[in-house]
């Protein structure tokens, strides 16, 4: 007569999860009937498979803030990994460059889902620019992504000399070849390597167009990398000074580093609108 | 489309019976374990699935049936659809919900993903991504795999080729 009152409990329990109708129809032991829910079973699976869960997961369970760690499913795929991939494909969107770069790193589905191009490409554009949207890297968009990141690292730091006006950083800078040029904003062209850097030595020691003390912004900074050679076009905006340059700037692949190879500046003009008949 | 009339009597268009509250315009919908739903009209329309079925008069007099969700997961969609056609313009307190909605166990928020994605409710698959995402920044690798139970399968080789291939990220 005991086992009456745990057949009522066992019918409510079968009734309650409709979609388990597989579990429920397993012959089952008195004991284990509640754990052969199924994890996805909703309403019921707190109940039912808190005990088994608990017991079965090591992975990190105590860490969690709230509840026991997630149990692998019976195919042994994660979470992430059981999203079809259209989802997949959406929530990566939301992702910065770190953080997709550190999930492909956690497994090899992962990898293969994180290293996807169009993501990549979709963060290119994001984080950089619009443009070279018909264009394939020869390496994946993956790879020109980090190209071009680091490329507007170095094209920083060329800004970043100027602003602390050292000479030798800027000797380190540049390609010591014969070919390559500065053109700064007065006109003037200076060729070669000794030229280029007597006439940075000059504009750091008379302060003018940079030097110590003078800070910029840079605007609309636009880069295309290939493999061994790279251009860089942005807005110079010179603080205390009335007009904002435009600059191309040139690098050169050599040695496992970038040198720069060219420099121009030149004076923006007004674009203000110009009526036809004004 | 149903339209009342000055006099409070409903005009139905084409005729069609559909399960619609003369007051309240409401739908049932049923999740995959049978469990019944009523919830207005224009709550279920924010959902596109839904929404296309109702103006393509697809909703039979029973209501919607959908196979792809369960009854607790539905239960939550639903009161967040609830919510944010109860009161759209209150951003505040729409906030606060929607921060207080998704603090759940990863797991139920996959689901939900799950769900918001057949559904199709844009503003729902984008507050969950968000939440994903957020839980994902500034982890490392190994934090990431046991926030979702990620099982590392590579070799020793593999994991040095990986680290190569990642470097410049970390710089």
Redesign the interface.
């Given at each position: 007569m005991d086992a009456f009152p745990a057949l009522i409990a066992a019918g409510a329990t079968a009734v309650c999860?409709?979609?388990c109708a597989i579990w429920a129809f397993r012959p089952p032991s008195p004991n284990k009937h509640q754990s052969a829910l199924t994890p996805?079973?909703?309403?019921c699976r707190d109940k039912a498979t808190a005990a088994s869960a608990n017991g079965e997961m090591a992975?990190?369970g105590d860490?969690m803030n709230?509840?026991p760690?997630?149990?692998?499913a019976a195919t042994?795929a994660?979470?992430?990994?059981?999203?079809v991939p259209?989802?997949t494909t959406?929530?990566l969107?939301?992702?910065?460059?770190?953080?997709l770069?550190?999930?492909?790193?956690?497994?090899?589905a992962?990898?293969r889902a994180a290293n996807d191009d169009g993501a990549w490409k979709a963060l290119y554009h994001k984080d950089f620019t619009v443009e070279q949207g018909n264009i394939t890297p020869p390496n994946g968009w993956k790879a020109y992504y980090?190209a071009t990141?680091?490329i507007m690292n170095v094209n920083a730091e060329f800004y970043n000399i100027i602003r602390e006006g050292s000479l030798p950083a800027m000797s380190h800078f540049w390609l010591n070849a014969d070919y390559v040029k500065c053109i700064n904003a007065s006109g003037e062209l200076f060729t070669g390597y000794n030229a280029v850097m007597n006439s940075w030595a000059l504009l750091f020691n008379w302060g003018q167009d940079g030097g110590q003390g003078t800070d910029f912004q840079l605007r609309d900074v636009r880069a295309r990398v290939l493999s061994d050679v790279a251009w860089v076009n942005m807005k110079v905006h010179v603080d205390g000074e009335p007009g904002p340059l435009h600059a191309t700037n040139v690098y050169e692949f050599r040695n496992d580093r970038w040198y720069m190879v060219h420099h121009h500046s030149s004076v923006m003009v007004d674009p203000a609108p110009h009526n036809l008949f004004g | 489309m149903a339209a009342t009339t000055a006099d409070g009597s409903k005009v139905v268009g084409g005729g069609e019976k559909s399960n619609v509250d003369e007051e309240s315009k409401m739908i049932t919908l049923f999740s995959?374990?049978?469990e019944r739903f009523e919830v207005t009209q224009e709550a279920a329309a924010m959902s596109q699935t839904i929404h296309h079925m109702m103006e393509d008069g697809c909703v039979d007099d029973e209501g919607v049936h959908l196979p792809n969700v369960?009854?607790?997961?539905l239960a939550m969609v639903i009161e967040y659809c609830n919510r944010h056609v109860a009161s759209p313009d209150e951003k505040e307190d729409i906030r606060s919900f929607d921060a207080g909605f998704v603090n759940?166990?990863?797991?139920t928020l996959?689901?939900i993903?799950?769900a918001a994605?057949y559904l199709d409710v844009k503003e729902l698959?984008d507050l969950c991504?968000?939440t994903?995402?957020d839980s994902?920044?500034s982890?490392?690798?190994e934090e990431?795999?046991?926030l979702?139970?990620?099982?590392?399968?590579?070799t020793p080789e593999?994991e040095a080729e990986?680290?190569k291939e990642?470097q410049?990220?970390?710089e």
């Open positions: 999860c409709l979609v996805t079973c909703c309403s992975i990190g860490e709230k509840t760690a997630p149990a692998p042994g994660s979470m992430m990994e059981q999203l259209e989802i959406h929530a969107s939301y992702l910065d460059c770190t953080s770069c550190h999930l492909s790193m956690t497994n090899s992962m990898r980090a990141k680091a | 995959s374990d049978g369960g009854s607790s997961i759940v166990e990863h797991h996959f689901d993903i799950r994605n698959m991504c968000q994903v995402a994902i920044k982890k490392s690798v990431i795999r046991e979702f139970g990620i099982v590392n399968d590579f593999e990986i680290r990642n410049w990220a970390f």
